[in-house]
């Protein structure tokens, strides 16, 4: 099989992961240094790198928040990935970021990974209370909220969840947290599992304006990736868009596009 060959395939494997979900509000090519040629990654010092990923993530905060139609902006916004290490924990923290530093208003963001939370370690505070704690204690949700420096964005860590998640998914107290929390912060992201293996995201969607779909480039499966579509619309969860992560550009990304 020739190179050539193997581009095209891979360039008709994502186009497919895509079309998958029958052309959602926001279909990106984006984010990490995958998407950059070797030579350049290793020429980009950390600052120049930085800029390119934070670019992606600053077009991924106006196409949600800024440039939807008729003044629908979402305002809870959910991020799952197809399979597990499609980037989307990675995203939804970046994510959230950019938004604090862009948009008008407080931004939190919640670490719903009830799974395998890794939030924490990203905004470098400890993993306790947080979300599960809300739900078994009382007091304002903002009081499980960490403010992150003197800016006006917030995290709530996943905590400690125990064995029954199931059941901590499906309660009215998770509910009303969540509920508090969009009255509390003008924005809020929330990461979960990966919907093509559990249907937390299904459950934790229906409580969110939309759902931003995470599909790993070169990894995610086709079946995978309609089966998340699928337990997502039969939960009447609305789908805002797919991020196409980590795709690499073997071939100049302008013939690629004509691809």
């Not at 800029?51 to 440039?67: C, G, Y």
């Not at 079946?223 to 100049?252: D, H, Q, S, Y």
Request: some cysteine; proline content about 5%; hydrophobic content about 45%.
């Amino acid at each position: 099989m020739s190179k050539n060959f193997e581009v095209l395939q891979r360039a008709q494997r994502d186009h497919e992961l895509l079309g998958t979900l029958e052309r959602p509000g926001i279909s990106l090519v984006t984010f990490a240094e995958d998407r950059l040629p070797p030579l350049t990654r290793a020429l980009l010092a950390g600052p120049e790198l930085d800029a390119v990923v934070r670019d992606e993530v600053d077009k991924l905060v106006e196409r949600l928040f800024l440039l939807s139609p008729n003044g629908s902006s979402p305002h809870v916004v959910l991020f799952t990935g197809v399979e597990q290490g499609d980037g989307s924990s990675w995203i939804c923290a970046h994510a959230g970021e950019i938004a604090a530093a862009k948009l008008a208003g407080s931004v939190c963001v919640v670490d719903a990974n009830l799974r395998s939370p890794t939030l924490h370690d990203c905004f470098g505070v400890p993993n306790d209370g947080g979300l599960s704690g809300a739900t078994v204690e009382r007091g304002p949700v903002r009081d499980f909220a960490h403010r992150l420096g003197n800016t006006n964005l917030w995290f709530v860590p996943c905590g400690t969840s125990g064995s029954d998640i199931v059941r901590l998914l499906s309660s009215d107290r998770l509910r009303a947290r969540l509920a508090e929390l969009r009255t509390e912060f003008d924005y809020v992201l929330v990461d979960s599992p990966s919907a093509g293996v559990y249907n937390d995201a299904a459950i934790l969607g229906q409580l969110a304006d939309g759902v931003v779909l995470v599909i790993g480039a070169n990894s995610a499966r086709r079946e995978m990736a309609l089966r998340a579509k699928e337990g997502l619309a039969a939960a009447k969860v609305r789908v805002l868009g797919a991020v196409l992560n980590r795709r690499t550009f073997p071939i100049p990304e302008a013939l690629y596009d004509r691809i």
